[in-house]
C-alpha cells in the first residue's frame, strides 16, 4: 500500500524559505510510469499544482512559481522535497505531496495517491 | 482564481441523482482527459474519476463522469450522506504545460 507523508516546520517568517520533504513507502518510487509532485491548498481556496520531479531528476514548475521553486528527489530515501523562496502571507496553505501517473511521458499525468498534507503557516 | 470553473456549493437529498459541472477551455478540459477528486472534511483529495469517465477500484459506480467540449460534469446518484463533501475536478493544460484544478464545489446532503 503506497503511502507518502509530508514532513516540515509548520510556521515559515515572511521573506525566508519554505522547506518540506515527501517520504514515499513503496518501491515504486524509480518506476518509470510515475511523477511525484507538489500540490497546495490556501485555506478555503482550491488546489494550485506547484511543480513535480521525475526519479532521474527532472524537473517540471507551474509557471506562477516557477521562479521560486525548487524540487529535488534523493532515490536512496525514496524522497521529494520543495523549496519555496520569498514566501509571503499568501503562501499559507495545505501542502500536499502526491504521486502522477502518465501513460505518456509528461502529459497528461494525474494524481492517484495524496499524503496527509501539512498546514504551513507564514507569519512572524 | 481557478484555471477551472465549478460551482461553490451544490445540495441534494438522500437518494437523488446531483451533477457537479466543471468550465475549462479548448486548451484543457477541450484536448485532455478529466480527473475528479473527493475531498471529505479536513483529509487529502481522493481520486475518484480517471480519464474522464473511469473509476478506480473500490469507488462505487454511483460516481460517474463524462465530458463535452470545454465542460466537464461528474454525476452522482443514489445519493449518500457520506457523499457529503467537495469535489474539485482537473485536468492537463496544454498552455501550462502542467495540470490545473477548479476552486471546488461543496456538496451537501440535505
Known amino acids: 500500500q503506497l503511502q507518502l507523508q509530508e514532513s516540515g516546520p509548520g510556521l515559515v517568517k515572511p521573506s525566508e524559505t519554505l522547506s518540506l520533504t515527501c517520504t514515499v513507502s513503496s518501491g515504486s518510487f524509480s518506476s518509470s510510469s510515475y511523477y511525484w509532485g507538489w500540490i497546495r491548498q490556501p485555506p478555503g481556496k482550491g488546489l494550485e499544482w506547484i511543480g513535480s520531479?521525475?526519479?532521474?531528476?527532472?524537473?517540471y514548475y507551474n509557471p506562477s512559481l516557477k521562479s521560486r521553486v525548487t524540487i529535488s528527489v534523493d532515490t536512496s530515501k525514496n524522497q521529494f522535497s520543495l523549496k519555496l523562496s520569498s514566501v509571503t502571507a499568501a503562501d499559507t496553505a495545505v501542502y500536499y505531496c502526491?504521486?502522477?501517473?502518465?501513460?505518456?511521458?509528461?502529459?497528461?499525468?494525474?494524481?492517484?495517491?495524496w499524503g496527509q498534507g501539512t498546514l504551513v503557516t507564514v507569519s512572524s | 482564481q481557478s484555471v477551472l470553473t465549478q460551482p461553490p456549493s451544490a445540495s441534494g437529498t438522500p437518494g437523488q441523482r446531483v451533477t457537479i459541472s466543471c468550465s475549462g477551455s479548448s486548451s484543457n478540459i477541450g484536448s485532455n482527459a478529466v480527473q475528479w477528486y473527493q475531498q471529505l472534511p479536513g483529509t487529502a483529495p481522493k481520486l475518484l474519476i480517471f480519464?474522464?469517465?473511469q473509476r478506480p477500484s473500490g469507488v462505487p459506480d454511483r460516481f460517474s463522469g463524462s465530458k463535452s467540449g470545454t465542460s466537464a460534469s461528474l454525476a452522482i446518484s443514489g445519493l449518500q450522506s457520506e457523499d457529503e463533501a467537495a469535489y474539485s475536478c482537473?485536468?492537463?493544460?496544454?498552455?501550462?504545460?502542467?495540470?490545473?484544478f477548479g476552486g471546488g464545489t461543496k456538496l451537501t446532503v440535505l
Open positions: 502526491a504521486r502522477q501517473v502518465s501513460n505518456s511521458g509528461w502529459y497528461v499525468a494525474w494524481f492517484d495517491s
Open positions: 480519464s474522464t469517465n
Open positions: 520531479i521525475y526519479y532521474s531528476g527532472s524537473t
Open positions: 482537473a485536468t492537463w493544460d496544454d498552455s501550462l504545460n502542467g495540470p490545473v
